[in-house]
């Protein structure tokens, strides 16, 4: 599910899942370079490089936004990022 909306100089854009969730040990590392819970082969079995939320919160970072995530196991994930409308 994607949810945009804006409010005063911002607009925050909410994405959620379903999916088997975040554990609490992990949560603190999912925006570290290589960090993945997805194990065995990229290509052939799906798994990840530990990127993707890394490079997510640099540009977001970058464009003076931030980006938070709540989550529990077996209940889905949600991602909410904020970025300013106007950058100073």
Not at 12 to 30: F, N, Q
């Amino acid at each position: 599910t994607v949810e945009v909306t804006t409010q005063w100089d911002f607009v925050t854009v909410s994405i959620s899942d379903t999916g088997r969730g975040i554990s609490p040990k992990d949560k603190p590392l999912i925006f570290d370079p290589f960090f993945s819970t997805k194990s065995g082969n990229v290509k052939k079995d799906g798994g990840g490089m530990g990127l993707g939320l890394y490079v997510s919160n640099e540009i977001i970072n970058t464009l003076q936004g931030y980006i938070d995530v709540e989550s529990a196991p077996g209940q889905g994930t949600t991602f909410t990022i904020k970025l300013p409308l106007e950058m100073k």
